[in-house]
Structures are given as C-alpha cells and as structure tokens.
C-alpha cells in the first residue's frame, strides 16, 4: 500500500496528493511504515510539496506526513540533506494552527535526533517564532514546542537566544498548566534550559514562586510529571542557593513519599533528585527519618541498568549518615552492590564501592567500640 501511495503523491494532482500524504500521515505513526516511506522515496515528495503553501488542506496532510515520518531517525536525516528543516521554519508564521502542530512536531522529531538540524533551526531564524508560540492555549500546539525548545536548549549557541527570549520563564510558566502532558513537557524543557543556561542558578532564583511551583509538582498523580519534575529537580539543587530553598520549601519529604514507586522510569529521575537533595546540611538524614532509604535498595533488583546506576549514587550519598547504612544494611544492601562493584559503569562502579565503603567504616568502628 505505501508503494502505491508514494507513487500517487508524485501526481500532479494536488487532490490526490492531499490524500495520499494524508494516509501517509495516519499510518505513519508505525515504524515500519516510516521506513518503507523513505525505502519508496517518498521523503523528497513529501519535502517538495511544502511549497504548496496556498493549499492549506494539503499543507496540513504534508507536513503532518512529515512531522511523523521524521520520527524515525534516518528519515530524520534525509530530511535535513532535503532542507525541509528550513521550509519548515518558514512555516512557522501565518498558518493556521492544525498545520503548525505538525511543522512544530516535525522540528522538534528532527532537533531530538540531530545536533546539526537543531544548529539548522537556529540559523534559519525558528528560534524566535517557536518561543513566541509558547504563549499559546493549544495544548497539542504547546506539546510539539515545549519540546523542540528543550531539544534545541541542548545547543549551546540556541540557548543563548532561547534565553534573550525569555523562554525559560515561558516554561516555568506552563508549570501551571491544567494539562498534564503540557506540564510534563516543560518540566522536561527545562533541563537542558538550566544545564546550558549562563548562570542558570540566578535564572532560576529570577522566578518569583518558581522553586514553590515546581516542589507542589511532586504531589502529581501523574506519573510522567513526577518523573520531569524530578529531573527538574536534581538539575535545579545542583546550585547550592536554591537547593536550601527547595528544602525549606519540603522537597525532601516529597521525595521520600515518591519511593514507593515501582516505575523504573520514576525510579531514575527521583534518585537523581534524592542523590542532589543530600548535599544540603541534614537532607540525608531527612530521607532516612522519612522511610526514604529502604524502598531504594529495592530498586536494585530492577533489570535496568539505569535504575542501577542512580539508585547506587542515591545510596551513596544517603550512607554517609550512620543511621541510613544500619537501615541499608537490614536491607541487604550490601550483596547486590557487590555484584555492581565490577561493571564496566565507572558510575555505577564507584558509587556502590563508595557505598559499601561507608557500611564497613561504621561496622568497623561499631567493632571497636566494642572492644574499649
């Protein structure tokens, strides 16, 4: 079927084209469709027929054929030899919003993939209109730009403008949206706004009720904003300011409240917040009077690599209080961090020797107590 498909969009017939980039379009949403799209060549159709900017209805069947066909990544890179990341930045203004949910979505597929198409959006000028739409009530709309600006704030020269724009304060914002894909998407934004930002601590701080805003996240019955806002979070408590001010805001016991999970995902970005969170005075013996401690070791049994690697420097940095490494230890800590002591993650690898490290000091000098 997408043989035939491809072939009938190279008619010229701009009704037939419309509806075969529309089937396109619908079915894409497979991988497997998206690469017989590319093994037909019909990526350079796609991207020639952007040009019909007059016909809206075919527009719009276009560019979502090519918003979704760029989730795979060697379409993703095709596009980019095509230029389309250009013709879609032109597209940016004057349309309406049904054909910029998919030029935005097709930004943001070709940004997450690739470092020089993120380079291609800032030079072709998308940089300012994509911040401006952050301004915008729709939700699918917000979606699709919250994040080709978060994978575009990986680019370091992008974030300088992303920031003269006032973006991140524009994602903050949508914080407090009452949709939770919106607010996940922002949170998500935000890192890599707060990791390349100049003096992202001040940015941070320059946010009157942000820290507030983003702790009250925690309590989300959603799973994909807890995970972002954990994220958030342990990008965020990397300053050393607002990390006070996160905890005098109660993060800690928040956090610990998160530790139940049984989401690997959630696992990953709430150790990481747990793991920055204890460099602050007494946080890490919070987290072992909260009934933080425990729950973690469970995760050790989890089969992700990832959840192995935060979690052991979640441990680590909770076992240089006394108290967490009895209650580490009453878990059985100790036997599946020696199996981590080998892995090939340097990571993973020295925060479980570290943690075991700080076991065996207090067992050793509980030994010798015993002995004066």
Partial sequence: ?????????????????????????????????????????????????????????????????????????????????????????????????????????????????????????????????????????????????TKVVGACALDADSMIVIDKQDGVRLLWSLLKSVNTEVQACAAWAICPCIENAKDAGELVRSFVGGLELIVGLLKSDDLEVLAAVCAAIAKIAKDEENLGVLTDHGVVPLLAKLAITDSDHLRIHLCDAIARCCMWRNNRIAFGQASAVAPLVSYLQSSDSLVHRSTACALHQLSKDPGNCITMHEAGVVQSLLSMVGSTDEVLQEAAAGCIGNIRHLALANEKAKFK
């Fill in 1 to 145: 079927m997408v043989e035939h498909l491809v072939k009938r969009l190279k008619k010229q017939n701009e009704e037939l084209q419309r509806h075969c980039a529309s089937a396109i379009f619908k079915c894409a949403e497979s991988d497997a469709t998206r690469t017989l799209v590319r093994k037909y060549e019909g990526l350079d159709p796609l991207v020639s027929l952007l040009s019909k900017t007059s016909n809206k209805d075919l527009l719009c069947a276009v560019t979502g054929a090519v918003w979704k066909c760029s989730k795979n990544a060697l379409n993703a890179t095709r596009f980019k030899e095509l230029k389309a990341i250009e013709q879609l930045v032109a597209l940016l203004s004057n349309q309406p919003e049904e054909v910029l949910v998919n030029v935005v979505g097709g930004l943001g597929e070709c940004a997450a993939h690739d470092p020089d198409s993120r380079a291609s959006i800032r030079k072709a000028g998308g940089l300012v209109p994509l911040v401006q739409l952050l301004t915008g009530t729709n939700h699918s709309l917000l979606i699709n730009t």
